[in-house]
């Protein structure tokens, strides 16, 4: 890895975390290192996926834990002009592409993976999602998909944890 590579998470790769393999009782040093490489440089996200994972109930692990121990700086601003040209370009050519249905494209438009998809465009990050390429997808726009027509590089998790070297080494006892 690069030292300059970025990382810019979906709200799948928090959701599903916190859902499955790494929820906050179980592997708290996760969320540790999330916040950990968000002060070194590494993994960001952006506000769009901040308003997605906030949209949750106020009582919920992670709508607290986004609320108040990732760093204000964590979620990175979608308002600037390369920015938002590269979104421009990622709905047209949703919006044009004729395998899609009408409503895929609808609910691609509502949701935060353009924009994701724009700043990773913008900046040269490489976007995390635990999502799966589906080209012949007519039903749902992919993320993957969007990312691999506009070279923009995306990768899993687990990739993300390799990369970063990051450890969960059990010091407990029974």
């Not at 009408?102 to 609910?107: C, H, L, V």
């Not at 998809?117 to 007519?138: H, I, K």
Request: charged share 25%; glycine share 4%; proline share 3%.
């Amino acid at each position: 890895m690069s030292e300059t590579e970025i990382y810019l998470i979906d709200a799948d790769v928090f959701i599903s975390a916190k859902n499955r393999y790494y929820a906050f009782e179980i592997c708290p040093g996760f969320w540790a290192s999330l916040i950990h490489h968000c002060r070194a440089g590494n993994i960001c996200s952006i506000d769009k996926i901040r308003n997605e994972l906030l949209a949750g109930r106020k009582t919920e692990d992670l709508v607290q834990w986004v609320s108040n121990d990732l760093p204000a700086d964590f979620f990175l601003e979608t308002s600037s002009a390369e920015v938002i040209s590269a979104y421009e370009e990622i709905m047209l050519w949703v919006q044009r592409h004729p395998r899609y249905f009408d409503r895929a494209k609808a609910k691609f438009a509502t949701e935060a993976d353009g924009w994701l998809a724009a700043y990773a465009t913008a900046s040269g990050a490489v976007v995390v999602t635990n999502e799966q390429p589906r080209p012949e997808s007519r039903n749902r726009v992919l993320l993957p998909d969007v990312c691999t027509h506009f070279d923009v590089t995306y990768k899993d998790t687990f990739f993300m944890l390799k990369e970063l070297t990051i450890r969960f080494d059990w010091a407990g006892a029974i």
